[in-house]
């Protein structure tokens, strides 16, 4: 066939073109949206956006320079090496993690650290020190409160606030009586306490503890 003669479609350029057009006719639009286009190469990522943070750290005052997707837990743990906190589920659903902010209980896993300028924390470290004990420390340790100990520092700053919590008159879903007595039974400890997960079943001695320090409180 002389050149002038050759069809300007191909049967394979044909059959190319309609496998494309089919291939982008079945994509989400989404996925139409992030293909990679010139301005972004494949592969090139962001650079993370960073804030100044200040807060109060066991009395110390700290100034961190964080990644704003970091939680309270990570800048704890990896920017201020305070490890006694511990990360078990990451998820919220342990209590390893908890630490004391402003007074009150939180799962340091589950908020991010940005959200805390001028705050104070307290961790286990800041609790006491091998030679001067705080009274719940002294009592997890008079009681074994613990077997592995993985979930113990969680499980004293919970308990710490816990008893403040009680102090201040704040309801459980145990009881609205809110005398101190009634408070402090072992029902109304145990659900207090129902956030914080000891893997090594220790709960019964973490309870005499716990007793122990609210009675001596009351
Ligand atoms: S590590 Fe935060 S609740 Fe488990
Ligand atoms: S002492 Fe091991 S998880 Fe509680």
């Known amino acids: 066939m002389p050149a002038s003669d050759t069809p300007s479609v191909t049967r394979r350029s044909a059959m190319a073109g309609a496998a494309a057009s089919a291939a982008a006719a ?3 639009p989404v996925a139409l949206a992030q293909a990679p286009s010139a301005a972004a190469p494949a592969g090139a990522l962001e650079a993370p956006v960073t804030a100044t943070l200040s807060l109060t750290v066991n009395g110390e005052a700290q100034s961190l320079e964080l990644d704003t997707r970091t939680t309270l837990l990570d800048a ?21 993690c908890t ?14 650290a940005v959200m805390h300028e001028g705050d104070a924390v307290t961790t ?18 008079k009681h074994d409160g613990y077997q592995c100990g993985y979930c113990t ?18 309801p459980s879903h145990v009881t609205a009586d809110l005398t101190a007595a009634a408070q402090t039974t072992a029902e109304e400890i145990r659900e207090r306490m129902s956030g914080n997960i000891c893997r090594c079943g220790a709960y019964s001695n973490i309870l005499d503890a ?3 320090v609210a009675e001596r409180q009351a």
């Open 26 to 28: 079945s994509l989400p």
């Open 76 to 96: 704890l743990r990896e920017h201020l090496h305070l490890t006694g906190t511990k990360k078990g589920c990451d998820h919220g659903q342990c209590g390893a």
């Open 99 to 112: 630490v004391i902010l402003d007074g009150k209980r939180v799962y340091s896993c589950l908020t991010l």
């Open 124 to 141: 286990i470290e800041g609790l006491g020190r091998p030679d001067s004990l705080h009274p719940m420390q002294a009592a997890f340790v």
């Open 153 to 170: 520092p969680g499980q004293i700053c919970a308990s710490v606030a816990m008893l403040e919590e009680i102090k201040a008159g704040i």
């Open 210 to 212: 716990i007793t122990e």
